[in-house]
């Protein structure tokens, strides 16, 4: 049995399909666990959906922001639907696009493997939260997606404040900020606060601000972190912390990590010829 866990997908379908096959994926024996941001710009964010629900509970799946996004676009009126991407439009008209975004509703925030020692979130840890902290805060936002209250929570969803978790935020205020973190960091400054700007690759970023693994005071990581989002990071293995999103939707690569061997080891396959490269970095 093998466990490989992938980088951001956005509707890079027929990388995916390639890399399948580059890892020999069992679906009888072996799991895969995917980073988050399944959907938006690769072209068949439709197909992604329906192959990886299709895995069933061979497929691991954490929420990235641009899978909440199209969550909260699918609560506005169908005129502001029809506005969006045709990528996104491919999946809010589908004929099971119900099921589909039922399913990816109920997806993770946070998935932690006590045997492998791995947790896998779209984004990173805020810097004192323990692995217990982030389960906790991972669970309330869960728990409110799957809910009957799930509509408020996507119509309130993002905003760049607060910026700063803390353990006495409230209400809409602690689920926002804890889904910042969990997929939407990158930067930090030295007390722990986003910074929603700086996308680049370490070095590039203004003076004070960390790379989120690197803020100073950060606690001691209990397990291994296997994450996405930071495309301009591209495949990266140091500290405790593995970032798989390689940027495949920008003409880079799509890349897994295989988890259960005795020491960590990538495959990748490059982006189909057609995609083009977007120097400014993405959200």
């Known amino acids: 049995m093998a466990t490989w866990a992938i980088g951001d997908l956005q509707g890079c379908y027929p990388e995916l399909q390639r890399l399948i096959e580059r890892v020999r994926f069992d679906p009888a024996r072996d799991r895969l666990w995917f980073c988050g941001d399944l959907v938006n710009r690769g072209g068949q964010s439709l197909e992604v959906l329906r192959l990886l629900r299709d895995f069933g509970d061979r497929a691991v799946v954490t929420l990235g922001n641009h899978d909440l996004s199209l969550l909260a676009v699918a609560q506005r009126d169908e005129a502001a639907q029809a506005r969006v991407n045709p990528d996104l439009r491919s999946v809010l008209f589908a004929p099971d696009r119900d099921a589909l975004l039922d399913w990816l509703r109920t997806r993770r925030l946070l998935h932690h493997d006590a045997v492998l020692n791995y947790t896998m979130v779209h984004a990173g840890f805020a810097q004192r939260w ?9 669970s309330e936002i869960e728990r409110e997606l799957r809910g009957p ?32 973190v969990l997929t939407r ?3 930090c400054d030295a007390r722990g606060r986003l910074d929603f700007d700086a996308k680049g ?20 990581r209990e397990t291994r972190i296997v994450f996405g989002h930071w495309s301009a990071l591209g495949c ?34 490059a982006a189909e010829p057609t995609r083009k490269r977007d120097p400014r970095g993405e959200e």
Not at 130 to 138: D, E, F, H, P, T
Not at 203 to 215: A, K
Not at 246 to 268: H, I, K, N, Q, Y
Request: aromatic content about 10%; hydrophobic content about 40%.
């Open 236 to 269: 990266f293995a140091g500290l405790g912390v593995y970032g798989l999103d390689t940027g495949c939707v920008w003409g880079g690569r799509l890349t897994a990590m295989r988890l259960d061997s005795s020491e960590p080891e990538f495959v990748s396959v």
């Open 149 to 180: 209250r799930h509509a408020r929570l996507l119509q309130h969803l993002f905003g760049n404040r607060p910026a700063l978790w803390h353990p006495s935020l409230k209400g809409t205020e602690r689920l926002r900020a804890g889904i910042n």
């Open 130 to 138: 323990n692995l217990k902290q982030a389960q906790r805060v991972a």
């Open 185 to 187: 960091m990158r930067y």
């Open 201 to 220: 690759s370490p070095g590039s970023q203004p003076t004070g601000l960390y790379p989120w693994f690197e803020v100073p005071g950060m606690l001691r």
